[in-house]
């Protein structure tokens, strides 16, 4: 059962339909608990029936209005049906974390919580102290953070702990308390935002170009003056029209589509990125990727993802590739082993940043379509930081209005011009523009 709490109920809480949401903890403090995207089902694709909400991004002073799309699923139970999906949308900017304090089942050990915040930044520090109202016996206790070894005690004493060089994103606290071997385990979450105020970003319209309104856009990256593109398979909003999964090569003067290879229905086919003369495509569900030579498109390879998760954006670093999955996460790739090296978690200097899409990696920054916003975010990927906002969402209004007409996804960066181009899922047009 969810519970929304103050400000938070007006946030559109909507159960997974596969009710992954855990069950068997129980959080006796501020039951403000918001499932994070990534105990959903994923955030879906563009063909879910829609509703726009228009949330305000609070960094700071700063006020951003980026318009949210929530995708309540039972709008359109034949969409439901096929991507078997329910999802929520977050305000961002009023999310704040949460923080559970599970108490233990088997005694009443459980986190001091009365000095704890939801939220904190990198350079602040806690302390983390059990209460053992009952006096019940123990040997010791051994603390974790994110399952990572804090220290242990023998007794109740507070523990300092500081977030300095924790990754942005939940803290997940635990304490294993031990009785002559038997351990027990209370828990406790918060959330480590960033310090860094983002900077709203402006952007000026070069040139406007043809592109093929039956793209249904899933990534996007030059390769010299050849434009690649991916394809998937999704819905338009309006008509139902099935697209056609697929990776191109486009002339991005004329729209033309050089080459092409079409994927099975089965396929949706999601971002893609050229690493060393090879295209890198994911799939969102089918749990694998291809790999392509970039000049013929033939393909070379299947690889399996490293774990269960969806496939959504994708660009590389000139040695990882880096891939979202629909959370607030980016995870670094090794493009030969296909294992995971690293990963960030998306934040603002208030909450997450969740449904990274397509990416593009620019000058040592990942700027990151967010999924039904119509806006991109610039992403230190050392930190996941969010550095700065880049509202494109008067562009949708510049292209052929349709009903299949859907959200703003692709970003690619030409070297040669020192120019970004940014395209629609079966959007008309593509903007060469440049970021001031
Ligand atoms: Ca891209």
């Not at 803290?171 to 480590?192: C, P, S, T, W």
């Not at 983002?198 to 793209?215: G, M, S, V």
Request: proline share 3%.
């Amino acid at each position: 059962m969810l519970k929304c709490c103050g400000l938070l109920c007006f946030l559109k809480c909507v159960e997974t339909k596969n009710g992954k949401r855990p069950t068997s903890h129980r959080y006796n403090l501020i039951p403000c608990c918001v499932p994070a995207l990534e105990e959903s089902e994923g955030a879906g694709r563009v063909g879910l029936a829609a509703a726009n909400i228009q949330p305000i991004l609070n960094f700071t002073n700063l006020i951003v209005q980026i318009k949210y799309t929530l995708y309540i699923a039972d709008i359109n139970s034949n969409v439901m049906n096929k991507y078997n999906i329910l999802t929520f949308s977050i305000l961002a900017g009023l999310l704040i974390g949460c923080k559970g304090n599970e108490k233990n089942e088997e005694n009443n050990f459980s986190f001091d919580s009365k000095n704890l915040k939801q939220v904190y930044l990198p350079n602040e520090s806690i302390e983390i102290k059990l209460l053992n109202p009952d006096n019940s016996a123990f040997d010791s206790i051994v603390y974790l953070n994110n399952d990572q070894r804090i220290q242990s005690a023998k007794d109740l004493s507070a523990v300092p702990y500081s977030f300095l060089n924790n990754k942005l994103g939940y803290q997940n606290f635990k304490a294993l308390i031990y009785d002559h071997g038997k351990a027990n385990e209370v828990n406790m979450r918060v959330e480590l935002v960033t310090d860094v105020q983002p900077e709203i970003k402006t952007f000026t319209i070069l040139n406007t170009y043809p592109h093929d309104q039956k793209a249904y856009t899933q990534g996007l990256e030059f390769y010299g003056e050849i434009m690649i593109e991916s394809t998937g398979n999704g819905e338009g909003v309006g008509t139902g029209t099935k697209g056609k999964s697929s990776i191109r090569h486009v002339n991005y003067k004329t729209g033309e589509v050089l080459k092409k290879v079409e994927l099975t229905d089965d396929v949706f086919g999601e971002g893609a990125t050229v690493l060393n003369d090879k295209i890198y495509q994911l799939t969102w569900l089918n749990l694998e990727g291809y790999v392509y030579d970039v000049k013929t498109l033939e393909r070379l390879k299947t690889f399996p993802y490293f774990k269960k998760i969806q496939g959504w954006g994708l660009t590389n670093d000139g040695t990882n590739l880096l891939m979202s999955d629909g959370t607030e996460k980016i995870y670094f790739m090794n493009p030969e082993t296909f294992k995971e090296v690293d990963y960030i978690n998306v934040y603002t200097n208030s909450s997450k940043i969740p449904a990274i899409n397509e990416m593009e990696y620019v000058d040592g920054k990942v700027y990151a379509n967010i999924y039904t916003t119509d806006s991109v975010a610039i992403i230190n990927p050392k930190t996941g930081a969010v550095e700065g906002v880049i509202d494109f969402s008067s562009l949708k209004s510049k292209v052929s209005q349709h009903p299949d007409l859907d959200v703003l996804n692709g970003i690619a960066y030409n070297k040669k011009t020192g120019t970004f181009f940014i395209t629609g899922k079966n959007w008309d047009k593509m903007f060469e523009v440049k970021i001031n």
